[in-house]
């Protein structure tokens, strides 16, 4: 198949081009560069820089006629979507539809989206959320999230193209930029190495659903099999919080640094888990890498790079 994967100079893109470059299908790969970047390319996949609100997608797609469009290219940095709502939506709203039109115009048989389940349930009502839990994000981002999940189906409606929505926990691994505001194993791993103080924000005890790269490339490739529509969390239906992570990742990369909090940061989520049962039953998928394994698979990614 030949399949369109925007975001794939990124953390998570990139793997799932790997994958799906290992096999056998044509990968081409849509990404402006501005948090991904060329290292992460996989070499046999064809390469567009370009930005996913930019006018000549439509010649792209005209041109090389993908059946399938896997979207991973986004806004992703809640802060910058709270400071700047009109920049994060014309990027993973606008330039999702941007993508979403010409998809419609070219024969595109299935969209798979890299939707967050770690932001568009909000504060959770019961944990492990599952997929119908109320949907009440409390950022930028998280709504438009849930914005392109509904425009998904509309297009699903009108036009027929399926879509598998992934709604991933927190995903950490090898790859993952830690230069941004998201991303605290990538951000704590950085800082051990470097010998710099991690801060920790607030008590620490705030916690997320933390899933191995590995494990969200492996949903992508059972979406990509799928003969259907659906939304799906991705996720461990465990939960650990900044503290833990970070004690677990100072013994593998600096056992003499020292635990430091800052203040708190306004309106961050206080407790994220999602349950995979979903997935587990339709899609066959179900996480395999447990937390231990993964962050000292990721913390020796980053001791490789240091
Ligand atoms: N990392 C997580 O924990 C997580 C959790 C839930 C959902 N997601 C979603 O998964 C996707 C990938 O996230 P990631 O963690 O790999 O982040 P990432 O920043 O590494 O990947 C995003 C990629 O998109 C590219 N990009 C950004 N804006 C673009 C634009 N306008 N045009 C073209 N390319 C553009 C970036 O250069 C980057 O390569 C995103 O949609 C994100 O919202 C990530």
């Known amino acids: ?42 070499p046999k996949a064809k390469f ?22 896997n979207h991973h290219a986004a ?10 709502p009109k920049y994060d939506a014309s990027i993973n709203v606008m330039g999702t539809l941007n993508l979403l039109e010409s998809a419609r115009k070219n024969g595109v048989k299935q969209i798979i989206f890299a939707s967050s389940g770690g932001t568009v349930y909000g504060e ?6 599952t997929e119908s839990h109320p949907l009440k994000p409390l950022s ?11 425009y998904l189906y509309y297009y699903r409606e009108v036009y027929g193209i399926p879509y598998v929505i992934l709604r991933y926990g927190n995903v950490y691994g090898p790859r993952q930029n830690p230069f941004g505001e998201a991303g605290v194993v990538a951000i704590f791993a950085h800082k051990l190495l470097k010998g710099e103080q991690a801060i920790i924000n607030g008590d ?18 059972l979406a990509l099999q799928y003969d259907g529509s659906g939304i799906y969390n991705v996720g461990t239906g465990v939960e650990n919080d900044v503290n833990t992570i970070f004690k677990k990742l ?27 049962a979903k997935i587990k039953k339709e899609l066959g998928w179900s996480p395999v890498t447990k937390f231990d394994e993964g962050l000292s698979l990721a913390a020796e990614y980053f001791k490789q790079k240091h």
């Open 1 to 42: 198949m030949k399949i369109l994967i925007t975001g794939g100079a990124g953390f998570i893109g990139s793997h799932v081009a790997d994958a799906y470059v290992n096999a056998g299908h044509q990968v081409v790969v849509f990404d402006d560069l501005s948090s991904g970047s060329r290292e992460n390319l996989n």
């Open 48 to 69: 567009y820089q370009v930005d996913i609100r930019s006018d000549q997608i439509e010649g792209i797609f005209q041109r090389e006629k993908f059946d399938v469009v």
């Open 75 to 84: 806004q992703m940095d809640v802060r910058r979507s709270v400071a700047d």
């Open 124 to 129: 959770q009502e019961t944990f492990p959320a």
């Open 140 to 150: 930028p981002y998280g709504i438009t999230k849930v914005a392109v999940e509904k």
């Open 204 to 221: 620490g005890k705030q916690t997320r659903d933390y899933v191995y790269v590995g494990d969200v490339v492996q949903a992508n490739v």
């Open 250 to 276: 100072r013994k593998h990369l600096n056992p003499e640094s020292k635990e430091e909090h800052g203040p708190p940061k306004a309106g961050e989520q206080q407790r994220s888990v999602i349950s995979f």
